[in-house]
């Protein structure tokens, strides 16, 4: 993963802040978007992917879990959601089997959790999220635009 773009610093003071973060962006999105999220166990990735799919319209009958074991989990919305994993995956050729590359290609918003598994450069296009824990409730997430979709959609939610 490269950080060579601009980078916005976001701190979050609660579980709902980090909700809204998500719903805010969601709201904001027009066409797909590749999310690119790391940090550690706990940090808010979860919680963002949750905003994000309210803010996407997915369904409120569909509860939003980090797919850890199913590895994958997508959602209906305004525009298709797919959570992705890395966490258990062990080696690049894995993601063959989860028909990544065809994700990838979709047409929908996806969001991977421990995407820091990912060989470097592997992704062009996406919004890199780095999620740091400060205390019990608060986190630093940074954000990093690679591509002009991400850039705009940055801009667009006033950062």
Do not use: C
Request: glycine share 8%; hydrophobic share 40%.
């Amino acid at each position: 993963m490269t950080l060579d773009s601009t980078r916005f610093q976001i701190t979050t003071q609660s579980l709902e802040e980090t909700h809204l973060l998500g719903q805010k962006i969601g709201s904001n999105l027009k066409t797909k978007m590749v999310f690119s999220l790391t940090g550690d166990l706990g940090s808010g990735k979860t919680s963002f992917v949750q905003g994000l799919a309210k803010g996407l319209m997915v369904p409120e009958e569909y509860y939003i879990t980090s797919p850890t074991f199913t590895l994958v989990n997508e959602y209906p919305g305004k525009i298709g959601l797919v959570h992705i994993d890395l966490y258990r995956i062990q080696d690049i050729i894995e993601l063959e089997d989860l028909g990544f590359d065809e994700i990838l290609n979709s047409n929908r918003v996806i969001a991977i959790e421990w995407a820091e598994k990912l060989p470097d450069n592997y992704l062009q296009k996406q919004l890199i999220m780095l999620f740091r824990i400060i205390n019990d409730t608060s986190r630093d997430i940074s954000l990093i635009p690679s591509g002009l979709e991400a850039e705009n959609l940055i801009n667009g939610i006033g950062l």
